[in-house]
């Protein structure tokens, strides 16, 4: 059984930071492509940064320079850094696994929140 389980969200001032963790189990970490995904208030879930299995990165134009997604192989544990946060960051933010992009799995999600 997949499980991805989020954590670190909150709530920020705008131009803090904040780190969000996500771990894994049930699948061969290392062969699989991790995501940060979000979904604002009233929007659809949008991609925010993905890291494959070989450790290349992509990030939504909005968070690059902002954010940083890493990946810890021997700890199943897929991270997101944000810093400069913003009141347009805030929403519910989802680990996500898969061969491609989006993958099949999805965790809970953690809320961020951002205030003025």
């Known amino acids: 059984q997949v499980q991805l389980v989020e954590s670190g969200g909150g709530s920020v001032q705008a131009g803090g930071s904040l780190g969000l963790s996500c771990a894994a189990s049930?699948?061969?970490?290392?062969?699989?492509?991790m995501g940060w995904y979000r979904q604002g208030p009233g929007k659809q879930r949008d991609l925010v940064a993905v890291?494959?299995?070989?450790?290349?990165?992509m990030y939504a134009d909005a968070v690059k320079g902002r954010f940083t997604i890493s990946r810890e192989n021997g700890k199943n544990r897929v991270y997101l850094q944000m810093k400069s946060l913003k009141p347009e960051d805030i929403g519910v933010y989802y680990c996500?696994?898969?061969?491609?992009?989006?993958?099949?799995?999805w965790g809970q999600g953690t809320q961020v929140t951002v205030s003025l």
């Open positions: 996500n696994a898969g061969h491609n992009t989006p993958g099949p799995y």
């Open positions: 049930g699948i061969i970490f290392d062969l699989y492509h």
């Open positions: 890291i494959t299995s070989r450790g290349s990165t």
